[in-house]
């Protein structure tokens, strides 16, 4: 196969891969294959990789391959951090998820707003595996600034995520009780 011709497939399996989310963020008419596909040099048969590996997580689970959005615990929401958290305060963006060719992710949408942590509020982050560690409230604050800043600071197991989504859940007087940070948001 000439590269030209390599050039043409690949292009129309991209624009194949983008038609199959509707507008506006919408869900696909269905599934995407179980493994991916990779060019490979001219006159080479192309390579297939394994399906990405389940994840341990459960509520705040990495976006599906077709676009399906992570489940939330029954209340909670998403919000992306626009600053370091400081003092039991949070500035952050109310979010929502949009479908990508790379399976989706949570977006910004609206106005920020603040949020103050409740005295007793648990966090968790996502380790390189998927696994979620609880930490300290501290911690967290510490991890979205650093992400924030580039993600140079963060240690492993621990990383940042391209679009850095965490799942809320707040009392009746709109204080976070609960964070996690979400895998690939």
């Known amino acids: 196969m000439t590269a030209r011709r390599m050039m043409a497939v ?5 624009v194949l891969g983008l038609a199959a989310c509707e507008p506006g963020g919408g869900h696909p008419a269905g599934p995407a294959a179980a493994g ?9 048969a192309p390579s297939r990789t394994a399906p990405a590996p389940e994840k341990t997580q459960t509520a ?10 992570p489940a939330l615990a029954e209340g909670d929401h998403v919000v992306i951090p626009t600053a370091r958290p400081t003092q039991g305060i949070m500035f952050a963006w109310p979010a929502s998820f949009r479908c990508d060719p790379g399976g989706g992710h949570y977006k910004e949408n609206g ?12 966090a968790q982050l996502v380790t390189d595996t998927g696994e979620y560690r609880s930490v300290l409230i501290g911690d967290l604050w510490t991890h979205i600034g650093d992400c924030l800043d580039g993600g ?13 989504g965490y799942e ?14 979400l895998w690939h948001s």
């Open 152 to 164: 140079a600071n963060v240690q492993p197991p621990l990383s940042c995520s391209t679009y850095p």
């Open 168 to 181: 809320i859940a707040v009392n009746t007087k709109g204080e976070i009780t609960a964070i996690k940070e």
């Open 10 to 14: 690949l292009g129309a399996v991209s």
């Open 111 to 122: 106005r920020k707003l603040t949020y103050l942590f409740a005295p007793d509020a648990k």
């Open 36 to 44: 991916t596909v990779t060019a490979s040099a001219p006159g080479s």
């Open 60 to 69: 705040g689970d990495a976006p599906g391959m077709d676009c399906t959005p």
